[in-house]
Nanobody
Framework: QVHLVESGGGMVQAGDSLRLACLGS????????MGWFREVPGKEREFVAA????????FYADSVKGRFTISRDNDMNRLYLQMSSLKPEDTAVYYC????????????????????WGQGTQVTAVS
């Protein structure tokens, strides 16, 4: 079982950049596909980006494609989300998530795929 803790959130001006990090503990990182999701009050949790176990494939929501980059360092048990050209509509609580270990045929854009979640970190972009 992996325990996840996010960091790096904050308040920035629209157009600025932030890098979120997610530290995993309790288990090696390699068995888990990983994702980032975000949530605003009154709305469903929204897929942002996902990455496969060895980082060979990445997936992005259309709304962040070209602006956000997901990456991971399995040796350090860390997941990252580099966010550039932030917009006010990116404002949300951002969560990192891990699916079940060595899962097959994962649907990485769906929050129901993921078994482990961090506590979230707030990102606010003001115009």
């Amino acid at each position: 079982q992996v325990h996840l803790v996010e960091s790096g959130g904050g308040m920035v001006q629209a157009g600025d950049s932030l890098r979120l990090a997610c530290l995993g503990s309790g288990s090696p990182f390699l068995p888990y596909n990983m994702g980032w999701f975000r949530e605003v009050p009154g709305k469903e949790r929204e897929f942002v980006a996902a990455i496969t176990r060895r980082g060979s494939e990445t997936f992005y929501a259309d709304s962040v494609k070209g602006r956000f980059t997901i990456s991971r360092d399995n040796d350090m048990n860390r997941l990252y989300l580099q966010m550039s050209s932030l917009k006010p509509e990116d404002t949300a609580v951002y969560y990192c998530a891990a699916d079940g270990p060595w899962s097959s045929n994962p649907q990485l854009t769906s929050p129901t795929e993921y078994d482990y979640w961090g506590q979230g970190t707030q990102v606010t972009a003001v115009s």
